[in-house]
């Protein structure tokens, strides 16, 4: 269940609005800048629920620095050991939606990890009740 509330599509749900602009010569910085609206599951977030954080929706911007203007015309850069380098390449715009979201969604996921600890406590305990209940009578038939 703790791993689900951090599963897309599961735990939350949302969508990101992202822009990407070159600034710079021919060795700038790529800026990736946009909005990230994220509304969480009343089930696997009832603490953010009870506060009305059920939706949330953050600006942010991220920088990519060093990155070649060559990109855009899909040339690569290897360093000379012949491994990929850094310079040229780009994160992809699938991946900062998902950390944008992500960092919107992990504070509150930490606020809810207490309701998660009693709760699994409060089930342990009520399964404990049970078993010693049904030890209890399988005693008693057992002296019948």
Do not use: W
Request: charged share 15%; with cysteine; aromatic share 12%.
């Amino acid at each position: 269940m703790i791993l689900a509330a951090l599963c897309l599509g599961i735990g939350y749900g949302g969508q990101v609005t992202l822009s990407r602009s070159f600034i710079g010569g021919p060795y700038g910085t790529y800026v990736d800048s946009g909005n990230a609206s994220v509304s969480l599951s009343p089930f696997l977030y009832p603490v953010s629920f009870l506060f009305g954080k059920s939706a949330m929706s953050e600006l942010f911007t991220r920088t990519a620095s060093s990155v070649s203007s060559d990109t855009f015309s899909g040339r690569h850069y290897y360093n000379p050991d012949g491994s990929a380098s850094n310079i040229g390449t780009l994160v992809p715009i699938d991946e900062i939606k998902r950390e944008a979201m992500f960092a919107l969604v992990y504070p509150e996921f930490l606020e809810n990890l207490p309701f998660y600890f009693c709760l699994a406590v409060s089930i342990i305990a009520v399964a404990e009740a049970i078993r010693r209940k049904k030890g209890k009578q399988i005693d008693l038939d057992d002296e019948a």
